[in-house]
């Protein structure tokens, strides 16, 4: 190379370089989450433009605004994570005991009545409708301490899940500028509200003014309360008449890749493969499709599921939440006890554990829908076509013997 192209090749460099410094200098940096926050009171003013636009009276937000603050405690719990996850027989020792079952009977006799008149009004059974009662605040002994909206406002606010809570805090204010509820109402941390913990949109657009005082009380008006319930639950699909599930036993050699809710099958088919009541009866001759769950993975018990079981996860999306529901109106009516054997030992995984689990499987392939730490529907079924790729019981239950295969797997094997 000569001296003239050396010489055109640095002037060439230079200008580059120059160029790119120039940009830089031009180019508007990303500002920080400080620079960019904008003041409590100042967002705040947001909302009641918002609010007012969407028909909320002027007057009615200066009062219910007034007080509003950010509580620290709020967000403080919005970022807490339990540091270990519940297995399925904790889970179940704590959400249903002999004290939660009898005062449970007596609620369904208190008001029989009422709750026949909600059932054949809605078509769902009295016996669910305390149970939801029961698991949510206890027949209404723990409804919550936070000021609905400051709880609602703080998680607006904090930017998390800012989109979600600001349609909370907005449902919250339209439901209290109605008369439904007094602004100074308080809830959950998280905003859910009354005895059974609606929260705000859900309160907005299923509660029920069923005593006709012209509101929808969900703290003092037991009409309403239940009404409301079971609206709810009828508008998300329950199906009259129906139970939830029951309590099975699975044959010798049961592929247990056909469990899952992903999987439906008709209760004639289940019953040709096998699927047997605990007590070693055949299934019921009912024409209805259902699904085969294994909340403790395929050494736990096992469950088949009707529509109703999906028609409770519309409520909480908690495959223990739902079994819980169910079990509980069944002890409530005089239902056994599960008859699978408790094991001696459950081995919990941390969140820590799960989230490492989620971003190996992701590593490999497998859709777990993000690194959260929770064991919902969509990690399941990606813990499910690992195993069944692994050639492993594909029961979509995680445990640490799944994270250490995991953790010995290189990516994409």
Do not use: C
């Not at 919005?78 to 027989?89: G, V």
């Not at 204010?173 to 109605?178: E, P």
């Not at 009541?277 to 769950?293: C, F, H, R, Y």
């Amino acid at each position: 190379m000569n001296n003239t192209t050396d010489s055109h090749m640095t002037r060439i460099r230079f200008w580059t370089i120059a160029a790119i410094l120039i940009l830089l200098a031009i180019t508007p940096r990303p500002l920080s989450a400080a620079e960019t926050e904008v003041p409590f009171s100042q967002w705040l003013e947001g909302v009641r433009q918002e609010a007012k636009a969407k028909g909320i009276s002027g007057n009615f937000l200066k009062t219910a605004l007034a007080g509003v603050q950010p509580i620290k405690r709020v967000v403080e719990l919005d970022r807490r994570q339990p540091e270990f996850t519940l297995t399925f027989w904790r889970y179940l020792n704590n959400a249903i005991n002999d004290k939660r079952i009898s005062q449970g009977k007596e609620m369904l006799a208190r008001h029989k009545d009422l709750l026949q008149k909600t059932a054949e009004r809605y078509g769902v059974q009295p016996r669910f409708i305390a149970a939801f009662w029961g698991l949510e605040t206890n027949y209404g002994r723990t409804t919550g301490v936070f000021p609905v909206l400051s709880a609602t406002a703080t998680l607006a606010h904090d930017g998390r899940r800012s989109r979600f809570f600001r349609s909370q805090l907005l449902a919250a204010l339209t439901i209290m500028s109605r008369g439904d509820v007094d602004h100074r109402v308080k809830g959950s941390w998280a905003g859910a509200m009354g005895n059974f913990q609606f929260i705000p949109t859900t309160y907005k657009d299923f509660a029920v003014d069923a005593d006709g005082d012209g509101k929808r009380d969900m703290w003092n008006s037991f009409p309403d309360m239940f009404a409301s319930a079971a609206n709810y639950l009828s508008r998300s699909g329950w199906q009259k008449g129906w139970t939830w599930g029951r309590e099975i036993r699975l044959p010798e050699g049961f592929k247990v890749d056909l469990t899952g809710l992903n999987v439906r099958k008709s209760i004639s088919r289940w019953r040709a493969l096998g699927i047997k009541q605990m007590d070693g009866k055949p299934l019921p001759d009912v024409q209805t499709e259902a699904s085969i769950v294994l909340p403790a993975g395929y050494n736990g018990p096992a469950f088949l599921v009707y529509k109703n079981y999906r028609t409770i996860l519309t409520w909480n999306r908690s495959i223990l939440y739902a079994i819980a529901i169910g079990h509980l109106a069944d002890r409530l009516v005089g239902g056994a006890p599960f008859k699978s054997n408790h094991p001696d030992v459950e081995i919990r995984l941390s969140r820590n554990d799960i989230k490492e689990m989620q971003r190996l499987l992701s590593a490999q392939g497998f859709d777990t829908g993000g690194s959260d730490g929770v064991v919902g529907p969509q990690t399941r079924l990606a813990i499910k076509a690992f195993q069944k790729k692994s050639q492993l019981p594909a029961d979509g239950y995680p445990t640490m013997g799944l994270v250490e295969r995991l953790r010995n797997s290189p990516p994409g094997g």
